[in-house]
């Protein structure tokens, strides 16, 4: 998109420093372990990834991911019991992690609106019927 909606219509602010940072929460229902927990997560970037972030110096991007999918009682009497996918099943689940951040990060672009912040920089909303003519251009929309 950046080829083809021109800057000069819609300028960015000067930034302080390059890039910025993300915070992704992964939350599902699926048994899985703490371990199992954390590899989702680092899946996110694999998201961030397919919509042109790559992370930078300064970025503080936090991956954190939470699974509820085993209840455990605060005051258990007995020996308890764990249910966990299998590490050789996750492969379809870091698939719906990277569709799913790559998905999230487009709709909150889509849905941003215009807004002047810290000393007064304004960033524009995506020009949404620019991205339109572009994906009719392009994917004969």
């Known amino acids: 998109m950046g080829r083809e909606i021109s800057l000069k219509d819609y300028p960015l602010p000067k930034l302080v420093q390059p890039g910025g940072s993300i915070i992704v929460i992964i939350a599902t229902d699926a048994p899985f372990l703490p371990i199992q927990c954390k590899r989702l997560a680092q899946r996110a970037t694999v998201g961030l990834a397919r919509v ?25 009497e007995e020996i308890g019991c764990l249910r966990m996918i299998t590490h050789q099943e996750m492969n379809p689940f870091f698939t719906a992690v990277a569709e ?14 215009t807004m002047t912040g810290f000393e007064n920089r304004t960033v ?7 991205v339109l003519r ?4 392009y994917h004969r929309l």
């Open 100 to 113: 799913a951040t790559e998905e999230a990060i487009l709709n909150a672009l889509c849905a941003a609106e």
């Open 52 to 76: 042109g972030g790559y992370g930078h110096n300064y970025s503080g991007d936090i991956f954190l991911a939470f699974s509820n999918g085993n209840h455990i009682p605060a005051q258990a």
């Open 134 to 137: 572009v994906l009719r251009t």
């Open 124 to 130: 524009q909303a995506l020009p949404l019927d620019e």
